[in-house]
């Protein structure tokens, strides 16, 4: 930070009490200590900062400390972190190598208890956290939440370890996020029952208002993967003190382009009220949460914005306990050294290792749905070459293989559509939830180097095209990067338009291809261990019956 200001005059937005006035607000400590009503004129306003409501910070492929450089730029002062990936790899060491790191900046990180690792048993993880790591976690200050319960079903059925975390959470009097797509009726109603208060899988009005009927709160999720904030934004208009705003998952090029800022504005232009949408931004997390952020109120911590005008928000400063930590589009949080931690071992993989024979069948296929997590499931025939099924460019049906990247074993072989590719292939470590190597191409000689790129480098994004390799190093747990965000995002960029010369036209398709590994969300997804219906929870075998 360069500097801490002790007063700052402008038109004040105070959200919790609803009113704009002129004022000047009086700083000592880092908090506010006195705002004084005045009758003068203000060019600029002075907001609340933003909050992510839920996050994993690991998605954005940057540590905790370059995460906050570049959000505090477009207004994001804190957020609440789920550190389900590098948790899924490296248990509660992650977590706390999590914490650590954001201790290091003056950015309001807020943490969950990853409630879910692994996510299933049905994929191969680096780690476990169970109902013993869950109470230690929950008792740490930072903690302000049971993250996401992703195991629906075992809430339903009364599985005895969910339903200790569940437990444990109430004891220690933090909140319990949920995780539910597509639940409806009277399984909606029993999961909602047992104190779980968020969800941000919606992906219709009709699922959210639902979901807020029977007490729920809902976070208008606008990710790099999953977009969801135009079905959504409608249920603002109505139910403002029940939304939040967040992210989930974001790649660095979108972060780079903004953050929580654009839900803002896009929420103000669809004719949600300018004061309903910064209760969205700040007040309804930071209550939910409990979360120690201010909201322009005698004895708060001095976080908030300076902007330019309640229409276009642009965001002139930022600040956090009172100092300036962003001004003018650039960050002034000072980039720091980060510690390389990791949990990476699997030999490289030959051409014959992902070859997989035709059994004159027609197969079960993946369909990847752009801006989405959920798939859909195809049955097609399947293209041989030489007695084996191979990727077919003109159906745009292709081979997609897991591999486990925590012990040498056997790739994984299914087949997917909508990726688009017509030559080469990309391949990434980062493959929700648990992180092994996952790779789509158009031939197995391709998808082969694309995997084993990631394998010399322990971790990162690949993509391969005759003599054109190009890879993001991701050696923080095969996930994140050791560069500062502005690297990581030119090489992601790099990557990014190298796939869509390959013919892909998703809109993200590194971030797509990252879900494809997600066994809990529906239809159809492939794991290290096998493709898997997700509808039913259980392996389905690639070729039909």
Same mark, same amino acid.
């Given at each position: 930070?360069?500097?801490?200001?002790?007063?700052?005059?402008?038109?004040?937005?105070?959200?919790?009490?609803?009113?704009?006035?002129?004022?000047?607000?009086?700083?000592?400590?880092?908090?506010?200590?006195?705002?004084?009503?005045?009758?003068?004129?203000?060019?600029?306003?002075?907001?609340?900062?933003?909050?992510?409501?839920?996050?994993h910070i690991e998605s954005s492929m940057l540590t905790p400390t370059e995460f906050a450089r570049v959000a505090v730029i477009h207004g994001t002062v804190g957020s609440v972190c789920d550190p389900h990936e590098i948790a899924n790899v490296m248990g509660i060491d992650g977590i706390r190598y999590m914490i650590n790191d954001g201790d290091s900046v003056p950015f309001k990180f807020s943490w969950g208890a990853s409630s879910c690792v692994p996510a299933t048993s049905f994929e191969a993880a680096g780690a476990r956290i169970d109902v013993d790591q869950v109470q230690a976690l929950l008792n740490m200050d930072k903690v302000k939440c049971l993250s996401e319960m992703m195991n629906f079903p075992g809430v339903l059925g009364n599985d005895p370890e969910v339903?200790?975390?569940?437990?444990?959470?109430?004891?220690?009097?933090?909140?319990?996020?949920?995780?539910?797509?597509?639940?409806?009726?009277?399984?909606?109603?029993?999961?909602?029952?047992?104190?779980?208060?968020?969800?941000?899988?919606?992906?219709?009005?009709?699922?959210?208002?639902?979901?807020?009927?029977?007490?729920?709160?809902?976070?208008?999720?606008?990710?790099?993967?999953?977009?969801?904030?135009?079905?959504?934004? $409608?249920?603002?208009?109505?139910?403002?003190?029940?939304?939040?705003?967040?992210?989930?998952?974001?790649? $660095?090029?979108?972060?780079?382009?903004?953050?929580?800022?654009?839900?803002?504005?896009?929420?103000?232009?669809?004719?949600?009220?300018?004061? =309903?949408?910064?209760?969205?931004?700040?007040?309804?997390?930071?209550?939910?949460?409990?979360?120690?952020?201010?909201?322009?109120?005698?004895?708060?911590?001095?976080?908030?914005?300076? @902007?330019?005008?309640?229409?276009?928000?642009?965001?002139?400063?930022?600040?956090?306990?009172?100092?300036?930590?962003?001004?003018?589009?650039?960050?002034?949080?000072?980039?720091?050294?980060?510690?390389?931690?990791?949990?990476?071992?699997?030999?490289?993989?030959?051409?014959?290792?992902?070859?997989?024979?035709?059994?004159?069948?027609?197969?079960?296929?993946?369909?990847?749905?752009?801006?989405?997590?959920?798939?859909?499931?195809?049955?097609?025939?399947?293209?041989?070459?030489?007695?084996?099924?191979?990727?077919?460019?003109?159906?745009? @049906?292709?081979?997609?293989?897991?591999?486990?990247?925590?012990?040498?074993?056997?790739?994984?072989?299914?087949?997917?559509?909508?990726?688009?590719?017509?030559?080469?292939?990309?391949?990434?470590?980062?493959?929700?939830?648990?992180?092994?190597?996952?790779?789509?191409?158009?031939?197995?000689?391709?998808?082969?180097?694309?995997?084993?790129?990631?394998?010399?480098?322990?971790?990162?994004?690949?993509?391969?095209?005759? =003599?054109?390799?190009?890879?993001?190093?991701? $050696?923080?747990?095969?996930? #994140?990067?050791?560069?500062?965000?502005?690297?990581?995002?030119?090489?992601?960029?790099?990557?990014?338009?190298?796939?869509?010369?390959?013919?892909?036209?998703?809109?993200?398709?590194? #971030?797509?291809?990252?879900?494809?590994?997600?066994?809990?969300? $529906?239809?159809?997804?492939?794991?290290?261990?096998?493709?898997? =219906?997700?509808?039913?929870?259980?392996?389905? =075998?690639?070729?039909?019956?």
């Amino acid at each position: 930070m360069t500097e801490t200001i002790s007063q700052i005059s402008g038109n004040i937005v105070d959200v919790a009490g609803r009113k704009i006035f002129p004022g000047t607000i009086e700083i000592s400590g880092g908090r506010i200590a006195r705002i004084i009503e005045e009758n003068k004129k203000y060019s600029t306003y002075i907001i609340p900062g933003f909050i992510d409501s839920h996050v994993h910070i690991e998605s954005s492929m940057l540590t905790p400390t370059e995460f906050a450089r570049v959000a505090v730029i477009h207004g994001t002062v804190g957020s609440v972190c789920d550190p389900h990936e590098i948790a899924n790899v490296m248990g509660i060491d992650g977590i706390r190598y999590m914490i650590n790191d954001g201790d290091s900046v003056p950015f309001k990180f807020s943490w969950g208890a990853s409630s879910c690792v692994p996510a299933t048993s049905f994929e191969a993880a680096g780690a476990r956290i169970d109902v013993d790591q869950v109470q230690a976690l929950l008792n740490m200050d930072k903690v302000k939440c049971l993250s996401e319960m992703m195991n629906f079903p075992g809430v339903l059925g009364n599985d005895p370890e969910v339903m200790a975390k569940i437990d444990l959470a109430k004891l220690y009097n933090k909140v319990i996020d949920g995780h539910a797509p597509g639940l409806r009726g009277k399984e909606l109603e029993k999961y909602i029952s047992y104190g779980i208060s968020t969800d941000h899988e919606c992906n219709s009005k009709s699922e959210a208002l639902e979901k807020i009927r029977f007490g729920m709160k809902i976070q208008i999720r606008e990710g790099s993967a999953a977009k969801n904030f135009d079905a959504l934004i $409608p249920i603002a208009k109505e139910h403002a003190d029940k939304c939040m705003f967040c992210s989930d998952d974001k790649h $660095p090029d979108d972060l780079m382009a903004g953050h929580i800022n654009k839900m803002v504005k896009k929420a103000i232009h669809y004719g949600v009220d300018t004061i =309903d949408v910064l209760r969205i931004a700040s007040l309804n997390p930071i209550r939910h949460y409990g979360l120690d952020v201010g909201l322009l109120q005698v004895g708060d911590p001095a976080d908030f914005l300076v @902007i330019d005008n309640l229409k276009d928000l642009n965001i002139l400063e930022t600040f956090i306990n009172g100092g300036l930590v962003a001004k003018d589009g650039k960050t002034l949080i000072e980039e720091s050294s980060k510690r390389i931690v990791n949990n990476f071992n699997t030999k490289e993989k030959r051409v014959h290792d992902i070859s997989i024979k035709d059994q004159n069948r027609k197969i079960h296929i993946i369909e990847a749905v752009d801006g989405q997590l959920i798939t859909n499931q195809i049955l097609d025939e399947a293209k041989v070459v030489d007695d084996s099924i191979v990727s077919d460019t003109k159906r745009d @049906i292709l081979k997609i293989v897991v591999i486990n990247r925590y012990k040498d074993s056997s790739p994984s072989i299914g087949f997917i559509k909508n990726f688009g590719l017509k030559k080469g292939a990309i391949g990434s470590s980062v493959a929700h939830d648990s992180h092994n190597i996952i790779s789509v191409g158009v031939d197995d000689m391709d998808i082969c180097r694309a995997v084993n790129i990631i394998i010399k480098n322990k971790g990162g994004l690949s993509a391969v095209c005759g =003599d054109t390799e190009k890879v993001l190093p991701l $050696p923080i747990a095969g996930i #994140m990067s050791d560069l500062n965000y502005i690297e990581v995002s030119k090489k992601y960029i790099e990557l990014d338009r190298f796939a869509k010369e390959l013919g892909s036209q998703l809109r993200a398709p590194f #971030m797509t291809l990252s879900f494809m590994a997600l066994l809990v969300i $529906p239809e159809i997804k492939l794991s290290d261990k096998g493709l898997f =219906d997700v509808s039913k929870f259980e392996f389905m =075998d690639l070729f039909a019956s």
